[in-house]
């Protein structure tokens, strides 16, 4: 996708660089895996890079990736440019935090970057947080104990605000399922939906999207609470 050549654009300066990615689209896979199943895998050399167009989801690349790649140990793994936002609640059913996360899972340090928009095109506000957060994690300002969630809000470069840390927004989606007749008696149905955001107090993800600053989430595994 354009979104991921935008992503590798700005990683081959700073890293040695391999995709393992989805052969098509993968949104709301959120962390399934093809479990029993056969994975297909397509190989290709682009410019030098090793690609794995991978015929499974987010999470399945990672794994294969991590376990397959013999001569390749990634020290970051970074998944996106996803487009559309993945904010508040969007975090357990995106592919995108999964690839992350499941790289995580495994020790490997991992962001998700998302632009909050499903069509626009301009990539550079994303490409310019990749290279600092890279800058970062190579100075080792990024604790090991997190993964990064960065949502850019749908901006030109020179009209973002700026950077915010931020806490996932407590949200759900308001559901639409929106019907349509079918063969016989079948009915044919198409989700949709917005997400709504309880208690806002101006430190979430989504309110600073809608403030035209980037948010950066620190995340962690354990969802125990102690």
Same mark, same amino acid.
């Given at each position: 996708s354009p979104s991921l050549r935008a992503l590798l654009d700005c990683m081959t300066d700073y890293a040695q660089v391999s995709i393992?990615?989805?052969?098509?689209?993968?949104?709301?896979?959120?962390?399934?895996?093809?479990?029993?199943?056969?994975?297909y895998v397509d190989i290709r050399t682009q410019n030098?890079?090793?690609?794995?167009?991978?015929?499974?989801?987010?999470?399945?690349?990672?794994?294969f990736a991590l376990y397959e790649l013999k001569n390749f140990?990634?020290?970051?793994?970074?998944?996106?440019i996803n487009q559309g936002a993945n904010t508040g609640v969007s975090v357990y059913y995106s592919g995108t935090l999964s690839a992350a996360r499941e790289g995580f899972i495994n020790g490997v340090p991992a962001i998700?970057?998302?632009?909050?928009?499903?069509?626009?095109?301009?990539?550079?506000?994303s490409q310019? $947080?990749?290279?600092?957060?890279?800058?970062?994690?190579?100075?080792?300002?990024?604790?090991?104990? $997190?993964?990064?969630?960065v949502n850019v809000p749908p901006l030109p470069l020179q009209m973002i605000r700026g950077v915010k840390i931020t806490k996932q927004a407590a949200s759900r989606f308001i559901e639409e399922f929106v019907a349509e007749k079918g063969a016989g008696d079948k009915r044919i149905y198409t989700l949709a939906g917005e997400i709504?955001?309880?208690?806002?107090?101006?430190?979430?993800?989504?309110?600073? $999207?809608?403030?035209?600053?980037?948010? $950066?989430?620190?995340?962690?595994?354990?969802?125990?609470?102690y």
């Open positions: 393992a990615a989805p052969v098509d689209q993968k949104s709301a896979t959120s962390h399934s895996i093809s479990l029993g199943k056969k994975l030098g890079i090793l690609e794995y167009a991978v015929h499974g989801t987010p999470a399945d690349c990672i794994k140990t990634p020290d970051l793994i970074v998944a996106g998700a970057v998302s632009l909050c928009s499903k069509d626009l095109q301009d990539f550079e506000p310019s $947080i990749v290279r600092k957060l890279i800058e970062a994690h190579r100075s080792r300002y990024i604790p090991k104990e $997190i993964m990064l969630n709504e955001v309880f208690d806002n107090d101006g430190t979430s993800d989504e309110e600073a $999207i809608e403030q035209g600053y980037i948010s $950066i989430t620190p995340l962690k595994l354990d969802m125990t609470d």
